[in-house]
């Protein structure tokens, strides 16, 4: 059965401190990995990864996938309040066209 | 603002009854999406359409029923509700299959 999981599940961080949050996978035939940002409602999207090794990033997030060892990771660094949010993986299968989410990592940024 | 609008954003009714969710594609989108998102089950992914046909199942009970229309809006049916089908509904949208979904602001629903 397809799976993915993430850890941490819940993390609490003063501004300014770097994080990183991981994302494992058990997908058959994998095509690609998603992050999404959910505040307070709908996921909103950060990054989808296809190719192992590639980093992607935007501002202070960066994100990088390995297809050998099946897992992402997301970083965020010099952590702000508003980065307070569940984080959330998924993968896909290419052949269902499915996407599975993890049950997320809760971020909590401290002023 | 992702584009994807979904109506109504909240619902309150009584177990045994049916409701009908709808959700509107981002422009130019030809797959929705319909997920459930419940505090103990994190989300789950229902099923979904690609211009009008149903092209993946996920964790979709029986008593629930969805349906892509001509102009590629989609609604979500779910009938007999029980007190566990509370939960906020997700509607996405992607250009094709497998593309980057972007997600509607959800229907909470909330089955007394």
């Known amino acids: 059965e397809d799976k993915v999981v993430q850890s941490p599940l819940s993390l609490v961080v003063h501004e300014g401190d770097t994080v990183t949050l991981n994302c494992s996978y058990e997908?058959?035939?994998?095509?690609?990995l998603l992050w999404y940002k959910q505040e307070k409602k709908a996921p909103t999207f950060l990054f989808m990864l296809t190719s192992s090794g590639i980093e992607k990033k935007s501002g202070r997030l960066s994100s990088i996938l390995d297809k050998k060892e099946l897992f992402s990771i997301l970083n965020i660094t010099a952590t702000q309040t508003g980065d307070s949010a569940i984080y959330l993986c998924?993968?896909?299968?290419?052949?269902?066209?499915?996407?599975?989410f993890g049950t997320g990592t809760r971020l909590k940024v401290l002023a | 603002d992702s584009g994807v609008t979904q109506t109504p954003k909240h619902l309150i009714t009584a177990t045994g009854q049916r409701v009908t969710l709808r959700c509107s594609p981002r422009s130019g989108d030809l797959s929705v999406y319909w997920y459930q998102q419940s505090l103990d089950q994190g989300l789950q992914f229902l099923i979904q359409y690609y211009n009008g046909e149903e092209r993946a199942k996920g964790n979709i009970l029986e008593r629930f029923s969805a349906q892509q229309f001509p102009d590629l809006h989609s609604e979500l049916n779910l009938s007999s509700l029980e007190l566990g089908d509370s939960a906020l509904y997700f509607c996405a949208s992607s250009v094709g299959q497998g593309e980057t979904q972007y997600f509607g602001p959800g229907t909470r629903l909330l089955v007394l």
């Open positions: 998924a993968a896909s299968n290419s052949g269902t066209y499915k996407y599975i």
């Open positions: 997908v058959t035939n994998f095509r690609s």
